[in-house]
Every structure is written in C-alpha cells, then in structure tokens.
C-alpha cells in the first residue's frame, strides 16, 4: 500500500507513471531489484521517468514520500523560493523555535534568509535519524524496518547504511523541471511551438518528398515537384491584468511574456484589465483609451487568447452585475458573462496565473480561481505551464 501511495503521489508531483509502468516496477520489486533505499531510488526512477524535466519532480517526490523531506521546486539562488509553501513553513518554525528572532527578518537580506533555509536543507540531507521531518511536514518517515536508522532509511533485507539522500540533494535537473521558472530563451521556444501555418505566394521552394516520390513513379525519370512557402496566419490576443497590488510580484514575468509574444507574433494585440473582464478593455496600460469587449468579440474566431492575471478578486467582482471595483466602471452585466462569451467565441483561449498552480489553494482569491477556471483552461507561468498552454492554443 505504502508504494501504491508513492506511485500516486508521483502523479501528483506531475511525474505520467502509467499502469504498465507500475507493473514493470512490481515485477523488478519481486525479482530482488531493489533490495535498499539508494537500489529503489535509481530503479524507481527507470520505472517511471522517461523525460529528463520529470527528473526533478521525480526526485522531489522520492524526498517527501521516503525521507520526509519536503524541497521545494527552485533551484538554490531562485528568488521564487521566498514565494514557496516550503519556506514559508520553515520561516514560521524557525520563528516559533527562537532561531530566528522576528524582528530580525526584516532588517537581514534576502540572500541571508535565503542561506539560513539552504542550509537547514543541506543539514537535513546529512542527519536524518528516524525520519525527523524539519522543513514543513510531520511526524517521523513512515518506511523501514524499524522507523528509525543511523544515516539512513533501511528498505529491505539488512541495513546497508546507504541512503538517497546524496542523490537526491544534488538537484542536477531542476532547470530542466516542467516547473521551473520561465526564461527569455525558454520561453521562446515554447511560443515558436504556436503556429498557424498555411500555403502562401509562389510556388518556389522544392519539396523533396514529392519529388522522390513523383520521381520513383515515373520510373526515375526526374520530375521536380515545387510548393509555396508556408506562412504563419496566426493572430494573437494577449489581455494582462494590469491592476492591484497582487499582480505587482510579478511585473518582470509579465514583461517578459509581453516582450516574447510581440516579438514572436507579427499579428499580435494587446490590451488591459483590472482583475477581471467586463464590458471594456483598455489599449493602453493606464487604462484610459477603452474598447469595447463587443468589438473584442468580433475578431476571428481562430484568434488565439491569452488572459494574463492572478484571477484572485472579491467574489463580487465576478459575480454581481456593477460589480467592477473601478470607481468609473458601470457594467450592468457580470464579469462572469463576459469571460464565458469570450470563451464561446475565441475556442483556441487559455489564463495564464503567474501563481504558482501549487499556491492556488493557499492564494487570497481561491474562489474566484476556481470560477474562472470553470470558464478557461487555467495554466501558470513555469515552462511545463506554457507548454501545456500552447498545446491548448493549437488544439491538441
């Protein structure tokens, strides 16, 4: 039951172990192939990881499952770490315990904080007698013989004193993780993945295939074959939020993906909202030049839409007719009427939050989250994010 539970939860970490994979893993299990923790972590990790950015959750998820280790997705030096679960947790202990005097949060730097929990990490990965959980978890591991170990957690047969710990610490794939956090060049190449390509101009570029097979046809007599150029047709309309405090953290992302989709997509247009849809957007990032969303409505029906925000709100900001927070704002219909018509309307459309999908739950707003989640498929802003988001775009 215990490694049903694991296979599940690398589920949740986003690591696709299938059915089959499961079994290959049983039958390696009855054969002897796993016969201690480190065996296990390595024929686990055969088992069911077959990309390279599954390596990281895989391993994230070996951590916490086995060793009561909770890491949270971010590289060592990422910023993002001060926006995880994980320190948070370890923050408020640390407070609780008296390591960490309150006060002297905010008068240390952010690197300090940042070394103090690295290092509360690194000294767990070292000692880790009976499965002690330090970092936002509970209890003591719930695998092995004897529930407690000397430099390790025995799995089966005698101890060996050898342990994943080492392994797992070194996070060589965390880059590489559907979870990491989006970058210039990354970025790029996920966007080039959103194409709407159709024959254009004269027919003027050779097509090898054809030719070969027009060729074999006539005996090996040559005959050349020509097709047009490929054009990409695509139009984009990207709406950002461009409102309130919660979007703040994560103006540097938002340019970002701005910059990207204006450089990538000749036909792209881009307009604003605060928090939500209604009757108007704004051509302009103060908010001041209107256009009506009906116009918005009229565009293309294989326009590809993005909408840029946090989706967290007042309940009635979504719900209520006038319930815009805008002082000037006098919509009579919700906002939530407006988002399922852009839906209807615009097939090829996605949200992007720049929350971490992982925070949702924990995040101000949930309700609202959760509302227009109903109405657009949802994705954040990490590289596996994007990717499923373009895939949503194109249709798949």
Do not use: C
Request: glycine fraction near 8%.
């Amino acid at each position: 039951m215990f490694l049903n539970d694991f296979i599940l939860r690398l589920r949740d970490y986003g690591v696709p172990a299938s059915l089959t994979d499961a079994i290959d893993f049983y039958q390696g299990l009855e054969k002897g192939l796993a016969p201690d923790l480190e065996s296990l972590f390595v024929f686990a990790r055969l088992s069911f990881v077959r990309r390279v950015e599954h390596m990281d959750a895989y391993e994230r998820a070996f951590a916490f499952h086995f060793l009561g280790i909770d890491l949270p997705r971010v590289a060592e030096g990422d910023p993002e770490l001060f926006n995880t679960k994980q320190f948070r947790e370890w923050l408020r202990q640390t407070i609780a315990k008296g390591d960490l005097p309150r006060q002297a949060i905010w008068t240390m730097r952010p690197e300090e904080l940042m070394k103090r929990f690295w290092d509360t990490v690194r000294e767990q990965m070292k000692a880790h007698h009976g499965g002690s959980r330090w970092i936002g978890t509970r209890g003591n591991s719930p695998f092995g013989h004897s529930g407690s170990a000397r430099g390790g957690v025995r799995v089966f047969g005698k101890s060996g004193n050898r342990s994943a710990l080492k392994v797992v610490g070194e996070r060589k794939y965390v880059d590489y993780s559907d979870a990491a956090s989006l970058r210039g060049e990354n970025l790029r190449q996920a966007l080039a993945m959103l194409k709407n390509l159709i024959p254009a101009g004269p027919r003027d570029q050779l097509d090898i295939d054809e030719t070969i097979y027009e060729s074999a046809k006539n005996g090996g007599e040559i005959d050349l074959v020509f097709k047009r150029s490929l054009l990409d047709r695509i139009e984009v309309v990207l709406l950002i939020d461009n409102g309130g405090y919660s979007m703040l953290p994560h103006v540097e992302l938002t340019r970002l993906l701005f910059s990207k989709i204006k450089n990538r997509f000749r036909r792209a247009s881009t307009y604003f909202f605060h928090n939500t849809v209604y009757g108007s957007v704004f051509r302009d990032p103060m908010r001041r030049q209107r256009l009506p969303t009906a116009e918005l409505l009229r565009r293309n029906p294989d326009t590809r839409l993005l909408i840029l925000g946090d989706a967290a709100m007042a309940p009635e900001e979504l719900h209520l007719s006038r319930g815009a927070i805008s002082w000037d704002a006098e919509d009579d219909e919700p906002s939530l009427t407006w988002l399922e018509r852009l839906r209807e309307r615009f097939a090829h459309s996605v949200w992007l939050n720049p929350v971490a999908k992982e925070e949702w739950r924990e995040t101000y707003g949930y309700p609202t989250i959760e509302a227009v989640g109903r109405i657009f498929p949802m994705e954040d802003l990490t590289l596996g994010g994007i990717r499923r988001a373009v895939d949503l775009l194109n249709g798949l």
